[in-house]
């Protein structure tokens, strides 16, 4: 029933049965499992809300162990799609952009208005973010959380102690973090070879995103530049225009020829202008991997989030998530030119040990100030790297190895455990194991992290981490 489930922590088949309580709701609407955790989608308990800043039914207590099943009054795979593809912002009126034609005059005017005129325009647009009560600010975990506390459930309806699983990165790695730059004009592009030379003294690979048509002049020279000093290429939109996603049919006709680009660029990756997006179109890229999705996306045009700090597929598409905050909205819409954020929100998915997507462009760091928080973020990534075992990667081996994780296969011989399948050499099997109402994750030699969540499903809140012999 919850393929899902199996593919997010890559488990050995322990038979763990979830079923649905009842008849589901006709329509979807928002509702809580737990004080924490917003859902959308069908349920055959409660009243449904059409928004999430309503006071909103809490599940939790309809939930039943029996003889082995989970007993749920919601198909668990209908809420994970829901939140990652973001099918909940396509049902309220908060997440609505403006795609019309304000848009459509914005975008024309662009080029030629000055910087403080946009970021006053910007802030007007984006007033009230904080008051957005989903997803949650600063980094939102609930499809991370809602699978962990699956595992917990079913471990407690089985009676078992713990289940092994594909553990998430390669070599053990306790988290994972790539850096992107989105080149948007010409002043930008002029400034790549400095930003190569600032990645490279810290040691940070990084991918830059180029905007093939209108922009600036895209030579061979330039992106062989890139690839022959150690990062990678990708494909930024078509002319980052804003318009890519306004409709299906121009859709259709600009993707063509973005997938060329793509191949003449040697591009494994794309990502759209403005983070705009619609995951059902997907399926048409021809890539390896995306990035055009927000973890949150409250500072963004296009409301939403997917909801997950983690890796995930779109079809046969690998959706890596920015999961932290753009250096646009943290230097131009919130005036913050300090660390505050971005280390509060690397903690957050430290301790969760998912990746740390960040991205910053090169057209907006030309500045000192802009440069000194640059140089700080760095030194943070090859600090995280030294002491917490973040994996700092290219975008594209991100997606590999994601992909990879997904065909091994974890087989269990004279009583020992071990991953098979391409790359396995390079993979570690873990436990998630139940200590009275918390999932503690370990290797076969010490503990990972632990997942305290209380019997009324109320906490999924992370202890700091915990090595041992």
């Not at 009560?133 to 089985?158: G, H, M, N, Y």
């Not at 400034?191 to 895209?218: H, N, T």
């Not at 062989?224 to 121009?250: C, M, P, T, Y």
């Not at 700080?376 to 917490?388: N, P, T």
């Amino acid at each position: 029933m919850f393929q899902s489930l199996s593919r997010y922590f890559r488990y050995s088949n322990p038979l763990f049965d979830f079923t649905v309580d009842g008849q589901l709701s006709p329509a979807p609407g928002f509702f809580r499992f737990g004080p924490d955790a917003i859902c959308y989608g069908r349920c055959s308990k409660g009243l449904l809300s059409d928004n999430p800043d309503q006071r909103l039914y809490d599940v939790s207590d309809h939930v039943r162990l029996e003889n082995g099943r989970v007993v749920l009054p919601f198909d668990p795979e209908e809420i994970i799609g829901n939140l990652r593809s973001e099918r909940y912002a396509l049902h309220c009126a908060q997440y609505a952009s403006s795609r019309g034609l304000i848009s459509n005059a914005y975008y024309l005017v662009r080029p030629l208005l000055p910087l403080a005129v946009r970021k006053y325009l910007q802030r007007i647009y984006l007033r009230g973010w904080e008051n957005m009560p989903f997803p949650k600010w600063p980094v939102d975990r609930t499809v991370d959380c809602l699978f962990q506390e699956l595992v917990i459930l079913a471990l407690k309806s089985t009676g078992s102690e713990s289940v092994p699983f594909i553990w998430f990165w390669p070599d053990g790695a306790n988290a994972c973090a790539i850096m992107t730059h989105d080149v948007e004009a010409a002043p930008g592009k002029r400034f790549c070879s400095q930003l190569m030379d600032l990645d490279s003294s810290f040691g940070i690979p990084a991918s830059f995103q180029i905007v093939p048509e209108k922009r600036y002049s895209v030579e061979p020279e330039f992106l062989e530049e890139i690839r022959r000093r150690g990062f990678e290429v990708n494909v930024q939109d078509l002319n980052h225009d804003g318009n890519l996603f306004r409709d299906k049919a121009e859709f259709e006709r600009r993707v063509k020829k973005i997938n060329n680009y793509g191949r003449e660029y040697q591009a494994a990756g794309f990502r759209s202008a403005v983070l705009y997006r619609n995951q059902e179109w997907f399926d048409l890229l021809g890539f390896e991997y995306d990035m055009s999705v927000p973890n949150v996306a409250h500072l963004d045009a296009q409301r939403g989030g997917c909801c997950t700090m983690m890796p995930y597929f779109v079809g046969e598409l690998v959706e890596l998530p920015v999961t932290t905050t753009q250096d646009h909205s943290l230097f131009n819409v919130l005036d913050d030119y300090s660390m505050t954020l971005w280390n509060q929100q690397a903690e957050l998915i430290l301790k969760q040990h998912g990746l740390m997507h960040f991205m910053v462009h090169p057209d907006y760091i030309l500045g000192e100030r802009a440069q000194n928080t640059y140089r700080s973020l760095l030194r943070s990534l090859a600090r995280w790297r030294r002491d917490q075992g973040v994996w700092v990667a290219l975008p594209r081996d991100v997606s590999r190895w994601w992909r990879q994780r997904d065909r091994m296969v974890l087989t269990q011989k004279g009583g020992n455990w071990s991953v098979e399948g391409e790359g396995s050499e390079r993979a570690r099997v873990a436990f998630a194991t139940l200590q009275v109402d918390r999932l503690v994750y370990s290797f076969a030699d010490r503990q990972v992290n632990a997942m305290p969540v209380t019997r009324e499903f109320s906490r999924w809140e992370s202890l700091e981490p915990e090595t041992h012999s």
